[in-house]
Nanobody
């Protein structure tokens, strides 16, 4: 099964930084197109919220709560997207998930998928 896999989460103290990565994973497939869409997070007991998005032209938008601290980038050559998180705060504690549109061939079939990662936990202590 073709899917997105996040990495880079962990436990840090307030003011520190983390860099999340999101890459395509699977077997017996050939990726044709990777279009990064966004990063989301879900804190305990809360609904999932949008953290950042990126348009096809590379223009990024951020939630007000992370603006100036988080940076969303992508490496199209590596089919990977990143979320650099600086000056982390306890309220940033959440499970972070990535979202991207994929086009790939697998077992002689071409498929399009709006893919989500399983999430990576970021915990910020005060």
């Amino acid at each position: 099964q073709v899917q997105l896999v996040e990495s880079g989460g962990g436990l840090v103290q307030a003011g520190e930084s983390l860099r999340l990565s999101c890459a395509v994973s699977g077997s017996n497939f050939r990726l044709i197109q990777f279009n990064a869409r966004g990063w989301y997070r879900q804190a305990p007991g809360k609904q999932r919220e949008l953290v950042a998005t990126i348009a096809s032209d590379g223009v990024t938008n951020y939630a007000d709560s992370v603006k100036g601290r988080f940076t969303f980038t992508r490496d199209n050559a590596k089919n990977t997207m990143y979320l650099q998180m600086d000056n982390l705060k306890p309220e940033d504690t959440a499970v972070y998930s990535c979202n991207a549109d994929l086009v790939y061939t697998q077992y002689d079939r071409t498929q399009a998928l709006n893919a989500w990662g399983q999430g990576t936990l970021v915990t910020v202590s005060s």
